[in-house]
């Protein structure tokens, strides 16, 4: 006896369907559980699946049609049978569930039509963006890549179906104008609390920005001889022991505020306190910002010894575990953005301090030297002071005077008790 293949009821508020595409033609061979046809609802794309072997002896409805659930659209059957005897009535027709509404065994509702039904699969999807559109179509769409944003649905409301889509790649299709497009909705605003280490940057830099007034050098370093001598001096330490261009830097930079004591210092009311030690503070990105960590007495240490400390204290920055020691007491501070990529900045006093140093990259460029050009490799700082203390000319010798240290890199050793 043929079997009948029922327009399935996909949960309690459907009442049609639209058989979008047929998967089989008449005549075809179908096997119990072969796609037989996709219908879309506005919910979901469901393949509608065969209940029984045999061959596709009819199909009921085109394809494009919207369909009463449960009304039969097609007939699967043996080749001798004579469908006209058996096709359905309107009435007659067996009530389907899906499996994924029922979640139990589908059984035909009474009826003298037949005593098999059809297991249909539904595969649920989402609207997504303002773009009203079935999930066949958003389906049909990603995999012709196309935009849905740029077709005009003809389904009920504005909701774009297959065939918008197919007539818009067969160039019969209606295409939006760009200045149609409905923007999509931007995400809600989210409130974020201020960590209590946030809280105290923004209110220390607050109040730096607004007190201090600050103005700012920039000069430009020749890096080849330091580059070089790190690069040799690497090779030959264990990795735990490699020398950052940061060391380098701090201790120039100590050795350097010898020479400037206006630029170690801090205001005093009407006066000017001289610190003297040198202690270089080194900014360090830690969740939620930043902190500074401080090398004592740079200038008297060497290279190595920095290295280790910077890197030690550092590393207890980023783990929570800072001890007091390692945070208090810098008179001059650096901060060094050089591992982002970034050519030059300038940075906030960190009170009360007097000055503070911005570090860009080191970067090999081409140079002119002797009116050839060859790469050389070249790095920008900005040292920013608090006009109270000091002016741009010493904050100008300031830099000169590093550019000793950093070009000369073997006076880092030679002075480096």
Known sequence: MADTINMPKLGFDMAEGTLVRWMKKV??????????????TDKATVEVESSATGLVRKLLVDEGAVVPVNTPIAVVGTADEKIEEIAPQAGQALKVESRASMGTDLKPAQGNVGETTPVVVAVFATEAGSQKASPLAKKVAHDRSVDLNLIRG?????????RDIEAALGGGGEIRQPSTINPQPAPPDEIVPMSKLRQAISRRMGEAKMTIPHFYVTHEYK?????????????????????????FIVKAVALTLRQFPNLNASLNGNSVLHHRQVNVGVAVSVEGGLL????????????????????????????????????????FSISNLGMYD?????????????????????????????G?????????ATISVDHRVSDGAEAARFMQALAVYLEEPLRLVVNGQ
Request: glycine content about 8%; overall charge negative.
């Open 223 to 247: 890096m080849d001889g330091l580059m070089d001598m790190r690069a040799q001096f690497n090779k030959i330490v264990p990795e735990n022991e490699k020398l950052s261009v940061n060391d």
């Open 292 to 331: 500074t960590i401080v090398c004592k007495e740079a200038d008297t240490k060497p290279l190595r010894q920095i290295a280790a400390e910077t890197k030690a204290m550092a590393a207890r920055a980023r783990d929570g575990k800072v001890k007091p020691n390692d945070i208090e007491g810098s008179t």
């Open 372 to 380: 050839k050009v060859k790469p050389g490799w070249r790095m920008k």
């Open 342 to 370: 970034v050519e030059d900045f300038i940075a906030i006093i960190n009170p009360p301090e007097a000055a503070i140093l911005a570090v860009g990259s080191a970067h090999e460029v081409p140079v002119v030297d002797g």
């Open 154 to 162: 003809t389904g009920p409301g504005g909701r774009i179906v297959r």
């Open 27 to 40: 005549g075809e061979t179908v096997n119990k559980g072969d796609v037989l046809a996709e219908i879309e």
